[in-house]
Nanobody, 124 residues
């Protein structure tokens, strides 16, 4: 079993940047595909980016292509989401998740382990 803890959220002005981190314990993340999801009030949870178990990017949501970058540091057992040019519509709780099958799915039901989430608020 793997435990995931997100950090790095906060309040940022439009156009600003944040880097979210997802630190894992219990198992090495290199055994899993990893995804970053977000959920805004009244909306469904959506995948913004995913990595396959081999580390290759498998998915970016159209709304974040060219704006967000997902990456993994196996030595630190941590996955990152670099978010640039943030917009008010990026405001949400962001979650990282681990997928045992390793596909890097965009569907939240395919993920087995979840962090507690970190709030990102983009506002002036």
């Amino acid at each position: 079993q793997v435990q995931l803890v997100e950090s790095g959220g906060g309040l940022v002005q439009p156009g600003g940047s944040l880097r979210l981190s997802c630190a894992a314990s219990g198992r090495t993340l290199s055994s899993y595909a990893m995804g970053w999801f977000r959920q805004a009030p009244g909306k469904e949870r959506e995948c913004v980016a995913a990595l396959g178990w081999s580390g290759g990017v498998t998915y970016y949501a159209d709304s974040v292509k060219g704006q967000f970058t997902i990456s993994r540091d196996n030595a630190k057992n941590t996955v990152y989401l670099q978010m640039n040019s943030l917009k008010p519509e990026d405001t949400a709780v962001y979650y990282c998740a681990a997928e045992s099958l390793g596909h890097g799915s965009r569907w939240y039901r395919d993920y087995d382990y979840w962090g507690q989430g970190t709030q990102v608020t983009v506002s002036s």
